[in-house]
Each structure stands twice: as C-alpha cells, then as structure tokens.
C-alpha cells in the first residue's frame, strides 16, 4: 500500500522504496564512509533518513549537507546484503542523484561535462579513447604519476595518469607463460551456443586486451561469441552521476543490438556494466515501449565468471605463484556474485588463490568517485595497498575496470609494485590447448 505523503517532493515517488528502511543498523558497520567519517549522516541509515525528509518536504534537494552526504556515498552497495528489510539502497540512491541533477545539483561539474561531451557521440567517444591509448603507449602516464612523493591521496592529475598507466596490457611481460593464440573459431551451428559480448566503453577504449581474452575463453569453453561493438555503452557511470534519463537512453540502444543477436546470452567482463544491465528493468520500469524488453535483456545477462564456472573447461598451464583476489563491489554486493572468480582462478595449477583479508571492502575506485572524491577515496585506496603488502602476493586479480585502474594506480604510486589483472587475462594466458582469438578481433 503506497504511503500517502503531504506535497509534492522530486522523491515523493519514492516514499515506499525509502520507508522499507526500519533503521535497525546493520549496514553500518558495512559502510566504508561511515567506517572513516564515523557519522551517522554517511551511513546508508542516515542517508535514507535525510531521503525521507526530503520525500516529507521537510528538507531540499538543494541542501548543501544533503547534497555532501549523498555525495560522499561511494554506491559500492555493501549495505544491500546486511540488510533485514531488503532496501533497494543502490536504486534509491540513483534516483535521489537524479533529483538533485534535476534541481540544479551535480555530483562534480567537470566530471558531468566529461561524461555529456566523450558520450555524446559513439564515434567521438572511440576517438577518445584511441588518443588515450596513443598517449598510454608514449608511457608519459606512467613518468608522470611516479613524479611525486608516494601518497594514495595524490592530486587528481597525478592520479588520472597512473589509473591511465595502470590500464596498459602487460601480462605477458609479468607472466613469462603467458602466450598469444592464433587458430580459427568453431562454425556455428545450431548445436553451438552462441553469446554476445558487450564490448563496452571503457573496457573497449583500455581494456580491449581483456575482451580479447574473454573471446577466447568463451571459445575454448566450446560457444560461438558475436560482438556488441564498441561505443554502446550500459549507462552506469552516467546513472551512478545522476544522469539517469541518459543512462536509460543508453539502456534502450543496447537492448535493441542485443535483440538484433542470434545469441541467447548477453556476456560482460565489467562488474560495473554486470550490474547495470541486470538493473535494466528498473531503470525502464516505466517505459511502456522497453519495461518488458528491459526485464528480459535483464535476466539473459551473465558475468563472464558466472557463465564460465558452470562449465568444464580446456586445462592450463602450471603457474607457481601467489595471487591475491578483492571482490569488486558490483560483483559481490550488487549480483552477490561471490566465489565463482576464485574457483576459476583455481583452476591453474600451482597458483596459490587468497582473498584479501577485506576483499568485501570498497577500494575507492566507485566510477568516477576516485577522481572526484580524492581523499576518501585515497583513504580507501590506502588501506587496500596495506591489505595487498600483508597479503605477500605476487600478482592482485579483479574483475572490474575502475578496480583495475583503481589498486593499479595505487601500486604505481604506493606499492607494492604487483601487477594487476582481471582474472581472464591470467586465465586466457594460461590455456594449455592452442584456441582461437575470436571472431571480429
């Protein structure tokens, strides 16, 4: 029964999401910014509290401590599993942003000029992304975020070239086993399974090198993949910032490529675009012309790690070696995706697979909130560092690109020194049979 609230508020709509919240506190030990401010106000519970006055009109969207405090959120959605009551916390949050875009706020202004100017166009948006790789390749990125004391909380210039640095591929460099395959894919046929892979922005623009690695793995594992190609993006970076009619105009072009497919899955490698395309049906809920389309995009996603454990695979070459696994937020809070990475990871003999000892931890990355947000989140990226030094790893695995750029960074700038990878990379270098690179490469 819909709670019937005095006046008209941008997030009146929102009243039965937010009264679902009982303020019994468990997710406050859960929240990594309650766990370094130590106020209630940046706790999930204070959060909403502060949502529900707004809701009762008893406080605007345009408050300046609102607007610190929403802010100040990572959206790592931590407080989701904890929660007794099931508070949708990771959608009530987006669409709070909404309303404070909607009012006149903004979550950094340069940050939505970035996001309204780069995504503007799909093919503006690959040149981008090129001229980032030509500048990555000149290995300028890198001299210039080691030109400096060693502080995760370094200035968001310093940072942005070592998140750029810490993007380039160098698995082969790392990992002497690690080897290039060249072979022809499988003919599809209708006894063939056959997967989209959404290329993606950010992981077509820096990561191309791990959606290679995915084709071939989803080859080896027996199934035909096409491409969604680069430049459709899944809208999360732009909903997490509280553009989310952008976001959902996003989520309508990649359900119409997807449903162009002959496939019957949608594959991503990003825990960030995993949890948005599974939020689909949320974010067109009200779309009369995509809700239906948007739950059924929904509930044909799978992260790479889900559609690869369910399978027995090719075997792997022997590796004698430490790798030290953290749970990216979206993977593990938001899809509750849990042990699927390290069973994979284990798979290669010899590696030695541990979590970081607050592998459940947010390491700041959050999107865009690493660049906006330096100090929290170089707090947070600090004592990711300290847990991958007792670790005593020789190599850190995740699977999300903001979390590869993120810890990457942070062992260019801070050390330890360890490579970063996603864990296909390590996967697809390992495969002991010679398989293909994928169709469309």
């Given at each position: 029964?819909?709670?019937?609230?005095?006046?008209?508020?941008?997030?009146?709509?929102?009243?039965?999401?937010?009264?679902?919240?009982?303020?019994?506190?468990?997710?406050?030990?859960?929240?990594?910014?309650?766990?370094?401010?130590?106020?209630?106000?940046?706790?999930?519970?204070?959060?909403?509290?502060?949502?529900r006055?707004?809701?009762?009109?008893?406080?605007?969207?345009?408050?300046?401590?609102?607007?610190?405090?929403?802010?100040?959120?990572?959206?790592?959605?931590?407080?989701?599993p904890?929660?007794?009551?099931?508070?949708?916390?990771?959608?009530l949050?987006?669409?709070?942003?909404?309303?404070?875009?909607?009012?006149?706020?903004?979550?950094?202004?340069?940050?939505?000029?970035?996001?309204?100017?780069?995504?503007?166009?799909?093919?503006?948006?690959?040149?981008?992304?090129?001229?980032l790789?030509?500048?990555?390749?000149?290995?300028?990125?890198?001299?210039?975020?080691?030109?400096?004391?060693?502080?995760?909380?370094?200035?968001?210039?310093?940072?942005?070239?070592?998140?750029?640095?810490?993007?380039?591929?160098?698995?082969?460099?790392?990992?002497?086993?690690?080897?290039?395959?060249?072979?022809?894919?499988p003919?599809?046929?209708?006894?063939?399974?056959?997967?989209?892979?959404?290329?993606?922005?950010?992981?077509?623009?820096?990561?191309?090198?791990?959606?290679?690695?995915?084709?071939?793995?989803?080859l080896?594992?027996?199934?035909?993949?096409?491409r969604?190609?680069?430049?459709?993006?899944?809208?999360?970076?732009?909903?997490?910032?509280?553009?989310?009619?952008?976001?959902?105009?996003?989520?309508?072009q990649?359900?119409?490529?997807?449903?162009?497919?002959?496939?019957?899955?949608?594959?991503?490698?990003?825990?960030?675009?995993?949890?948005?395309?599974?939020?689909?049906?949320?974010?067109?809920?009200?779309?009369p012309?995509?809700?239906?389309?948007?739950?059924?995009?929904?509930?044909?996603?799978?992260?790479?790690?889900?559609?690869?454990?369910?399978?027995?695979?090719?075997?792997y070459?022997?590796?004698e070696?430490?790798?030290?696994?953290?749970a990216?937020?979206?993977?593990?809070?938001?899809?509750?995706?849990?042990?699927?990475?390290?069973?994979?990871?284990?798979?290669?003999?010899?590696?030695?697979?541990?979590?970081?000892?607050?592998?459940?931890?947010?390491?700041?990355?959050?999107?865009?909130?690493?660049?906006?947000?330096?100090?929290?989140?170089?707090?947070?990226?600090?004592?990711?560092?300290?847990?991958?030094?007792e670790?005593?790893?020789?190599?850190?695995?995740?699977?999300?690109?903001?979390?590869?750029?993120?810890?990457?960074?942070?062992?260019?700038?801070?050390g330890?020194?360890?490579?970063?990878?996603?864990?296909?990379e390590?996967?697809?270098?390992?495969?002991?049979?010679?398989?293909?690179?994928?169709?469309?490469?």
């Amino acid at each position: 029964m819909t709670q019937t609230i005095a006046g008209d508020t941008p997030l009146t709509p929102l009243i039965d999401d937010i009264l679902t919240c009982v303020h019994c506190g468990f997710c406050l030990p859960a929240c990594p910014t309650y766990e370094i401010l130590g106020n209630e106000n940046d706790s999930p519970r204070g959060r909403i509290y502060m949502m529900r006055a707004v809701a009762e009109d008893r406080l605007k969207t345009t408050d300046k401590y609102f607007a610190l405090h929403i802010d100040q959120c990572l959206g790592c959605r931590a407080c989701e599993p904890v929660c007794p009551s099931g508070v949708r916390y990771g959608s009530l949050l987006e669409h709070v942003r909404e309303a404070r875009v909607e009012t006149g706020g903004a979550l950094d202004r340069m940050a939505r000029v970035g996001l309204k100017v780069v995504f503007a166009d799909r093919w503006l948006q690959n040149l981008f992304w090129g001229l980032l790789r030509l500048f990555r390749a000149t290995r300028v990125p890198l001299l210039l975020a080691r030109a400096g004391p060693a502080r995760a909380t370094a200035g968001r210039f310093r940072f942005a070239m070592a998140m750029l640095a810490a993007s380039s591929p160098r698995l082969r460099k790392a990992v002497p086993k690690a080897r290039r395959r060249r072979a022809s894919p499988p003919e599809p046929s209708l006894d063939v399974e056959r997967i989209s892979l959404l290329d993606g922005c950010v992981m077509a623009g820096l990561f191309r090198h791990v959606n290679r690695a995915t084709q071939r793995l989803v080859l080896a594992h027996g199934a035909w993949i096409d491409r969604i190609p680069a430049g459709f993006c899944c809208g999360a970076l732009h909903a997490h910032s509280g553009e989310l009619e952008k976001a959902r105009t996003m989520a309508r072009q990649v359900i119409a490529m997807f449903e162009k497919s002959p496939s019957d899955l949608l594959l991503t490698n990003s825990a960030g675009c995993g949890a948005a395309l599974k939020d689909y049906g949320d974010w067109l809920r009200d779309d009369p012309e995509f809700a239906e389309r948007a739950e059924t995009l929904a509930s044909q996603v799978r992260m790479v790690s889900e559609w690869l454990a369910d399978r027995r695979g090719p075997s792997y070459e022997t590796l004698e070696a430490r790798v030290g696994y953290d749970a990216p937020c979206h993977l593990l809070h938001a899809q509750r995706i849990d042990g699927q990475p390290v069973e994979l990871l284990e798979r290669i003999p010899g590696l030695d697979v541990v979590r970081l000892s607050r592998a459940d931890r947010c390491c700041g990355a959050a999107g865009i909130y690493g660049l906006t947000r330096r100090d929290l989140s170089g707090e947070l990226l600090g004592r990711k560092m300290v847990e991958v030094k007792e670790a005593d790893v020789d190599y850190v695995a995740t699977g999300n690109p903001g979390c590869l750029m993120q810890i990457g960074a942070g062992a260019i700038i801070d050390g330890p020194r360890v490579p970063v990878f996603h864990p296909v990379e390590l996967l697809d270098g390992l495969l002991a049979d010679d398989v293909g690179s994928g169709n469309g490469e």
